[in-house]
Nanobody, 116 residues
Framework: QVQLVESGGALVHTGGSLRLSCAAS????????MRWYRQAPGKERELVAH????????NYADSVKGRFTISRDNAKNTVYLQMNSLKPEDTAAYYC?????????WGQGTQVTVSS
């Protein structure tokens, strides 16, 4: 069955770094665009970063530009989110999302907490 399994979330101090991973299985990963979303308590889920199926194009939310980098390894069926210079406002559950046309899949999320 389809699975998106996130990992790498943790408690870090302001200014720290984390790398999130999302391991995909059960579908043809290389044909799906991938995104990372996040949701903080009491807030709506927001798009953080996007990467095309080939990895040839990426987009970021203004709030993370210059600090976060999305990448993918189609040979490993994995997408990554490198997060640097973390701020307390980055605290949220981070979700992996895959889509191709009208087909979409969500992961279960991994918690990132940034202490001040």
């Amino acid at each position: 069955q389809v699975q998106l399994v996130e990992s790498g979330g943790a408690l870090v101090h302001t200014g720290g770094s984390l790398r999130l991973s999302c391991a995909a299985s059960g579908f043809t990963f290389r044909t799906y665009a991938m995104r990372w979303y996040r949701q903080a308590p009491g807030k709506e889920r927001e798009l953080v970063a996007h990467i095309a199926s080939t990895g040839g194009s990426t987009n970021y939310a203004d709030s993370v530009k210059g600090r976060f980098t999305i990448s993918r390894d189609n040979a490993k069926n994995t997408v990554y989110l490198q997060m640097n210079s973390l701020k307390p406002e980055d605290t949220a559950a981070y979700y992996c999302y895959a889509y191709s046309g009208y087909v979409e899949y969500w992961g279960q999320g991994t918690q990132v907490t940034v202490s001040s």
